[in-house]
């Protein structure tokens, strides 16, 4: 249940550590898990100790400030599946991805729902160290 | 009221009864025979009375002698008895044996099973779906709500929580395997203090590789079994 000034975890390394929505897109309420949604960057990574491995140029994609599309996913409010399980995660989480659809950062750490290959979000997906 | 409006009223309610195979009749038709013998009026009954004709139909003390008396009306049982189970439960038991059909599962968490799963015990869920990964975590809270009776796993995954509901009965779900039981049994059905920092848990991830290994050395690696079948399903396949 992502809306309005919702504050949310940014999980790649595109800079941006914590994020707030301001807009959740398509006629919806609320943004679920594969949802697209608006947010504006309140917190970016420290610059060195972000991603080592990374270049600096990657961790510096996104400032304090920005105002970023972004989609959901993970979420703390409980996502039913179609064959009865439900699933539900201990935070809310996104990850920033261009006008076009396209994730802004390289890489993804943490665990994703599953539900955003059926949401055309598959490239995030495969990106993501785990998917549940 | 006249004989014949009281016959046609009675003939009319009986034709607004639903009719049914078992329908007691309501009206005898009267034999052509009696009406002529019935008294029409006050002096041909007290002449009856008088002469001590056997008199058919003798209405009783107290009604009007015009009114026939009133008939029997034969009370049957109800058309079937009602089926001991209600269908909702029909349709559980039905359901159950075709999902469960050695009862494995609901012995498992029963609640008169000594052996049963309880709350705070870690399990691991497999899937018939090869490309699913088995989920563990700890049990938090079992749902009995008999065919729809499911189970919370929480675990940590990539140092983020995460919790899982399951359907028991579920055709996806191939086996549960119960990895650690809690040392002490909880004192709580619902384990949801759990989700506080303070009493989390964390990963149950070292606690299911140390018990995958214990269980290669007894020989009874599921997995490997289930690994070894794809291969041999791609050697056929690469045969072919």
């Known amino acids: ?132 | 009221m006249s004989l014949q409006t009281l016959r046609s009223s009675l003939v009319r309610f009986r034709d607004a009864v639903p009719t049914t195979t078992t329908k007691p009749k309501l009206i005898q038709p009267r034999p052509p025979g009696v009406l002529a013998t019935m008294p029409k009026t006050l002096d041909q009954l007290l002449s009856q009375l008088r002469t001590k004709k056997p008199v058919k139909n003798q209405p009783k003390e107290g009604r009007s002698p015009l009114k026939p008396a009133p008939k029997k009306i034969k009370v049957y049982p109800p058309p079937c008895p009602r089926p001991p189970n209600s269908v909702l439960s029909n349709f559980t038991t039905t359901q159950l044996k075709l999902l469960d059909p050695k009862g494995l599962r609901q012995r498992l968490f029963s609640r008169t099973n000594k052996d049963a799963i309880l709350p705070g015990d870690i399990l691991q869920i497999r899937f018939k779906d090869a490309n699913t990964e088995p989920f563990a975590g700890v049990l938090i809270n079992i749902r009995r709500r008999g065919l729809d009776t499911a189970i919370l796993l929480r675990n940590h995954l990539t140092r983020v929580g995460v919790e899982m509901w399951y359907k028991l009965y579920s055709p996806k779900i191939e086996g549960i395997d119960l990895v650690e039981r809690k040392e002490r049994r909880a004192r709580r059905a619902k384990l949801y203090y759990m989700r506080l920092p303070k009493h989390d848990k964390g990963s149950v991830e070292g606690v299911v590789t140390r018990w995958k290994k214990n269980r290669m050395l007894f020989g009874g690696d599921l997995d490997a079994k289930k690994n070894n079948k794809k291969k041999m399903m791609a050697k056929k396949a690469g045969k072919k």
Do not use: Y
């Not at chain 1, 990657?58 to 599946?81: E, M, N, S, W, Y």
């Open chain 1, 1 to 132: 249940m992502i809306q309005l000034k919702t504050m949310l975890n940014c999980i790649d390394n595109s800079g941006a550590s914590i994020v707030e929505c301001i807009k959740v897109l398509g006629q919806k309420r609320h943004a679920r898990i594969g949802d697209r949604i608006v947010i504006v960057v309140q917190r970016q990574r420290a610059l060195g100790l972000s991603d080592s491995h990374s270049n600096s140029a990657a961790a510096q994609k996104v400032r304090k400030g920005d105002i970023r599309h972004a989609v959901v996913v993970r979420t703390k409010k409980q996502l039913q599946r179609k064959d009865g399980s439900v699933v539900r995660f201990d935070d809310n989480a996104c990850v920033l991805v261009n006008k076009a659809g396209e994730p802004i950062g390289t890489r993804m750490n943490g665990v994703v729902g599953r539900e955003l290959g059926e949401k055309k979000w598959s490239k995030i997906l495969s990106l993501a160290p785990m998917h549940i």
